[in-house]
């Protein structure tokens, strides 16, 4: 293992914006960058960026980016002290987090058997069990037959979630409204489980309707010391992924954020986390919360905390993996003014926000005081099929809400894409609206409100069209009746 407060050289084994993120952090700290590359990556800027860019292996990230044990021969052979994995891709990989100490390097991220333990939804409920967090009523084991399910679900009330135990993303989830729908939604979550994750285990849970999901960022190192730098509200969504996030949520007051700082710092205790991470909680219509999971890595919205407590997460992640205790203190850490971010994603909203892939014919960031931008393209490039399509993170930070949703509005207007279509209307959207303006939302935003929107055009365009249809076919009609008889005329003429 190399020696502790000595990192003088960390590989990245990531890409596109969190790439450019952690090199501007590492430069600033005097450290020396090694990027990995993909074919479809070769001209991005974070290739560029880095003191360092060694090519890794074909577009697909199965061959590039998730290519362990090449990603470990290419920080050896550049000597790094330090593998910062970002999000996605070996973040979360125990194995991978294995496999980086046991060749003597520092992981930038908790310890392999944290990310074992809360990467597996069942465990990790199972691990906070006697920490005094509030979980969501149902299983904390595996489900293997359909009259136990049954049961399980006549006990807790429909509806019911049924969930992957190794999931994420929105994947091997199915929410049952009626028991005979039970077995084959089952049946169902436990295939795309086996799909999506190898591993086709699946649990029961209450489903909380209409929730908000609240997600609070925390800090521990190696000397025993926790903290939490408060709430983010999560709630605005497309296919149970977050699009706008911000901090601090509009329904939480200094009471609630201190409850759930404290369950955020119990489940941090109770899995002996070290380093930067993010625990998730669904959030009822009473504001009564409950455990939802941990994210063991840095997450892509930390830039709203950021912006609201002044403390740089990636220079922490790596003090914290250098050995060095944390130097701050719970009570400074309030929430100061707000801030509020939007992935800019390259899809298309109106058409249920599927990838839009094609070439940034323009494209131009926004610019000024309280904007900040973690881009990771430029004008003139591909968007690779390969990859999340998320092209930047626009974020804003002004002195209270209501005047960051306008920096947010006008920031929007400013930046400039052509080529393909991006989230960019569905975010000033999402700004214009009342429900979000008044803080009266929930995860089914996009179902309740932004869906209805399109709803309603397809809806009026199908009666034009009904109405056009309908004229056609009178003229064609009148048409054949005057051509009909214009023929009887002719005959009659040639009697």
Known sequence: MKEKGKIKSILIANRGEIAVRIIRTAKKLGIQTVAVYSDADRIMPFVRMADKAVHIGPSPS?????????????????QCDAIH???????????FAQKVIENGILFIGP???????MGDKLESKRTIK???????PGTDFPISEFEEAKTIASEIGLPVMIKASAGGGGKGMRIVHKMSDLEEEIQTA??????AFGDSSVFIEKYVQNPRHIEVQVLADRHGNIVHLNERECSIQRRHQKVVEECPSPIVDAKLREELGKAAINVSKACKYVGAGTVEFIMDQENKFYFLEMNTRLQVEHPVTEYVTGIDLVEKQIEIANGNPLNLRQEDLFPKGHSIELRVYAEDPEDNFMP????????????GEGIRVDNGYEEGMEIPIFYDPLLAKLVVYDKDRISAINKMINAIDQYEIEGVKTTLPFGK???????????????????EHFSGIFNKQKKKLEEVAAILSSYIIDQYEENMISLA???????NRLK
């Open 485 to 491: 008889e214009q023929k009887t005329n002719w005959r």
């Open 429 to 447: 959207y999402v700004c214009k609206n009342e429900f979000f303006i008044t803080g009266d939302f929930n995860t089914n935003f996009v179902k």
């Open 190 to 195: 436990m295939s795309e489980a086996k799909t």
């Open 356 to 367: 839009s892939i094609g070439k940034l014919e323009k494209y131009q960031t926004p610019v």
């Open 85 to 95: 994995p970002g999000y996605g891709f070996l973040s979360e990989n125990h194995v």
């Open 62 to 78: 199965s061959d590039s980016y998730l290519n362990m044990d090449k990603i470990i021969e290419v920080a050896l052979k550049y």
């Open 130 to 136: 006697t920490f005094d967090v509030p979980s969501v």
């Open 111 to 117: 310890d392999p058997e944290t990310i074992q333990k």
